[in-house]
């Protein structure tokens, strides 16, 4: 295996982050890959992504569905982990801790999940690779629900790249070691 250590793999929508993230295990046969995703009934669109990404992984490596990231970082297996991806999990913790409705104590809560996160990842013995999105390069979200997102995903992004060993960043398919 080529890669070791930890990374944090950033880009946009469809700039080829996951695509990346999966060629550095190319030819690795037992890889743990960490979905964050659920299907939601109706969302078409959201399942094709889904299959496209499940048919884009080797047949032997494992998938653990989960949102349980630090649970998977703590873990002894010796397997290499890519876990796809930081966002759509953050997405899922602040849906989970009420922040969409504001509700009391949301920002406790999240960053409980977030500290445990960024503890597991800093402690972990395991290799890596981390995509996320990056949101903070574009227009600005015309509504509050989206601004709060794009702000607590950067500073997400922000905790995660400062314990791992590097940061790359995904554009048109191609990435480019920034740290």
Not at 97 to 123: F, I, M, Y
Not at 144 to 160: I, Q, V
Request: hydrophobic share 45%; net charge negative; with cysteine.
């Amino acid at each position: 295996m080529g890669f070791s250590g930890t990374a944090l793999v950033l880009g946009g929508a469809r700039s080829g982050k996951s695509t990346w993230a999966e060629a550095q295990f190319a030819g690795v046969v037992d890889v743990e890959y960490v979905a964050t995703s659920e299907l939601r009934d109706g969302d078409a669109e959201w399942a094709h992504r889904v299959e496209l990404h499940r048919s884009r992984r080797p047949a032997s490596w494992r998938t653990t569905e989960t949102l349980d990231l630090p649970a998977v970082l703590a873990s002894e297996d010796p397997a290499p982990v890519l876990i796809d991806c930081a966002a759509v999990w953050f997405d899922r913790v602040l849906n989970d801790s009420g922040a969409w409705d504001d509700a009391p104590g949301w920002r406790e809560k999240v960053g409980e999940r977030v500290d445990g996160l960024v503890t597991a990842l800093r402690e972990t013995r395991r290799t890596v690779i981390l995509v996320s999105n990056e949101v903070g390069l574009g227009v600005v979200p015309a509504t509050a629900s989206g601004r709060l997102y794009r702000d607590e995903l950067g500073r997400l992004n922000m905790r995660l790249a400062q314990v791992v060993d590097g940061v790359w960043f995904c554009v048109a398919g191609i990435a480019r070691r920034w740290s």
